[in-house]
């Protein structure tokens, strides 16, 4: 803990903390100000209190850029080039560009680092700007990371020294989240593009995941999609946007898939496959909307259903 930058919070600043309440549980909300600043709860992993001194005010700008660069240089060149040139700061940095005919072809990157809810990062897809008078397509990607898994246990028992662990947990998740990058990168730039390892070795995943090799846990998969799909209002009219929705749902599921199993390779601290499929099921609920009120009993045993596949098809590609 020494050299870190830390105050103790007096009594009298508590009811200035940024917490909210939901569902009566305590969760850590980012400050307005910048640079980021987080508090922490008494307790604020449950199965780590002995190593919370109280409430503490930390400067997320401990971290060492230069070493998470390094960190991630070590486990992949490729996600090392896409994150060379861009600093943690939110703005947007050029990562490649190359021509293709006459028109221009570039990718924009921009990387922040901020504790913000309870999702470790975000990657979001690109958005796509096109300037006709340039002949230019460029391509803006954001990914977010969010560090607030710092006091997990197993963490904290592999690395003690508080920026250590700040540094060895923002390269984990930069990991992961550039490899959603690439894989977007992939699907979106022409064809006459030279592709990214990772994004070959991506496709040939998802190939195997559509086999016959991966039957029946593959069609269970898919077939509780569809039936989730049918129990949301949004879609149960649309029959003909149904097959595209699982098909993007299905990948999803792998894509995450894959990106957990690579970064778990990199870096260690690997997740069970059904804390995965429960933590994704979730979110792949999330991206087809709320069910009816008076199926939301069948709309949860599919989703206990779904879960349950979902795991052994990891099970299974975990075996390939």
């Known amino acids: 803990m020494q050299g870190i930058r830390t105050k103790k919070v007096l009594p009298k600043e508590k009811n200035s903390l940024p917490l909210h309440r939901v569902k009566d549980k305590l969760f850590l909300a980012s400050s307005p100000a910048s640079p980021v600043d987080l508090y922490f709860s008494p307790n604020p992993a449950p199965d780590c209190s002995f190593l919370s001194p109280g409430l ?4 997320l700008n401990i971290y060492r850029e230069t070493v998470i660069k390094t960190l991630i240089k070590k486990q992949n060149e490729e996600l090392y080039r896409l994150i060379e040139r861009v600093k943690f700061d939110g703005k947007y940095y050029r990562v490649k560009c190359a021509r293709l005919g006459e028109w221009k072809y570039c990718w924009d990157l921009a990387v922040r680092v901020q504790f913000v809810g309870m999702m470790p990062g975000l990657a979001f897809e690109p958005k796509k700007i096109i300037s006709k008078e340039d002949k230019k397509i460029i391509y803006r990607s954001l990914v977010l ?3 607030y898994e710092l006091w997990e246990r197993k963490l904290v028992e592999k690395l003690w020294n508080l920026r250590d662990r700040i540094e060895f947990l923002i390269a984990k998740i930069l990991f992961h989240e550039c490899i959603h990058i690439l894989i977007f990168l992939g699907k979106t730039l022409p064809s006459g593009f030279e592709q990214t390892s990772i994004f070959l070795e991506f496709k040939e995943l998802l190939k195997f995941a559509n ?7 593959c069609c269970g998969v898919q077939s509780h999609l569809r039936n989730l799909v049918d129990l949301c209002p949004d879609f149960s009219k649309q029959s003909e946007e149904k097959p595209d929705l699982v098909t993007e749902l299905y990948e999803f599921l792998i894509h995450e898939k894959y990106s957990i199993k690579k970064t ?4 260690g601290l690997p997740c069970s496959n059904r804390k ?3 933590n994704y099921v979730k979110l792949a609920a999330l991206k087809m909307g709320l069910c009816m009120e008076f199926n939301k009993k069948i709309w949860k045993k599919e989703i206990n259903r779904l879960q349950m596949d979902l795991e052994k098809l990891y099970d299974r590609i975990d075996d390939n």
């Open 56 to 59: 503490f005010y930390l400067d």
């Open 211 to 217: 086999s016959k090799q991966l039957c029946p846990e």
């Open 276 to 278: 995965i499929s429960q």
């Open 145 to 147: 990371i969010n560090p």
């Open 264 to 267: 778990d390779l990199a870096f």
